[in-house]
């Protein structure tokens, strides 16, 4: 079984001094870290807010998986887990928690209707008898499938929009950003 490494999220984390640094954001029971009271924002980073915000705009970009949650009477959360398994294969549940965002509780509750739904099921780790690792069934994979080629249809009406030049830069642009988080893919939660 191929079980991608169970690693905190990172997040990062501004120090004061005009850098960021790396804080690993394991579930140790920590309570919610409030955002300072101040407005601590920068020109930069409101420009990339707002840019984000009117991406999300674009209803076009959302209508592919609207479809495929109606469809399906599947939430954009179950979509998320069913994303995440299957292009990561099994994984143990409190992992899958981290990377869709949610609690560990709301994970359980998210992956029962999944597992009603015979698109997912649940095995004991082999090494952790303790630990539940999530993976898809066929009928999720043959979901997984489908919500693949519809997000790649989005992305390339998307890509479309540009030149090839500035495909290549954004897809530099991407790769530096992961690469100065100091993460691969594989590594990330």
């Not at 919610?32 to 920068?42: F, G, K, L």
Request: proline residues 6%; charged residues 30%; contains cysteine.
């Amino acid at each position: 079984m191929r079980v991608p490494a169970n690693r905190p999220a990172l997040r990062v984390q501004p120090t004061g001094a005009g850098e960021e640094e790396l804080e690993s954001n394991e579930d140790s029971g920590a309570a919610y870290e409030a955002p300072p009271e101040e407005d601590t924002s920068t020109p930069a980073s409101r420009r990339l807010h707002d840019l984000i915000i009117q991406l999300g705009r674009y209803r076009s970009l959302r209508d592919p998986l609207h479809g495929i949650c109606e469809s399906n009477q599947l939430t954009p959360t179950q979509i998320h887990v069913l994303m995440w398994l299957g292009n990561d294969g099994p994984t143990h549940v409190g992992v899958l928690a981290q990377r869709v965002g949610i609690t560990k509780k709301t994970i359980t509750g998210v992956v029962d209707r999944l597992e009603d739904m015979k698109m997912v099921e649940r095995t004991r780790d082999a090494e952790d008898r303790r630990a539940v690792v999530a993976q898809l069934t066929s009928e999720g994979v043959k979901l997984f499938t489908l919500i693949s080629r519809s997000v790649d249809q989005g992305l390339r009406r998307m890509l479309d929009l540009l030149p090839p030049d500035d495909q290549e830069a954004l897809f530099g642009l991407l790769e530096r950003v992961l690469k100065r988080l100091g993460t691969t893919p594989e590594q990330a939660v």
